[in-house]
């Protein structure tokens, strides 16, 4: 992903991306940019919706409470998305799980309809990118 649009990514979403974690610096392509931001604004519209409605006087204070999602890892392997976290709930599990599904229908190039190709590296790129590569 280009720096400007990772940046984009991490300082729209502090929360999920801390400046410190180095290590969750998001290494896919472009057409990605869409369903992650997608992703990491409904997460984190969940997570402060129920801490906004009361559901938990303190963030922690339940041990049924769902913890800040925090990326530890996103990359691309074998054609899908892999966006691995600490935190969150079954519900953002779930927001995930359906996240990496798209991804295998999205070109990682530029973000339209793709399809899993087996070349040197699998990869889930549209007819023009899979012939231009």
Same mark, same amino acid.
């Given at each position: ?26 290494? @896919?392509?472009?057409?990605?940019? !869409?369903?992650?931001? @997608?992703? &990491? ?8 919706? #129920? ?12 041990? !049924?409470?769902?913890? #800040?999602?925090?990326?530890? #890892? ?13 935190? %969150?709930? #079954?519900?953002?599990? %779930? ?14 190039? &530029? ?14 790129? &549209? !007819? ?6």
């Amino acid at each position: 992903m280009k720096e400007e649009l990772a940046n984009k990514l991490i300082n729209k979403y502090p929360k999920m991306f801390p400046k410190e974690a180095k290590w969750a610096y998001p290494t @896919v392509g472009d057409g990605w940019y !869409d369903l992650l931001d @997608v992703l &990491c604004g409904e997460i984190q519209h969940h997570l402060d919706w #129920q801490r906004a409605e009361g559901k938990y006087e303190e963030y922690d204070a339940k041990p !049924d409470a769902p913890e #800040q999602v925090v990326v530890v #890892q996103l990359k691309e392997k074998f054609g899908d998305l892999r966006y691995y976290v600490y935190g %969150g709930d #079954q519900k953002a599990y %779930g927001m995930i799980r359906m996240a990496e599904a798209m991804s295998n229908r999205i070109c990682e190039m &530029c973000g339209n309809p793709g399809k899993k190709r087996d070349t040197s590296w699998i990869k889930t790129l &549209c !007819d023009d990118c899979a012939e231009n590569k």
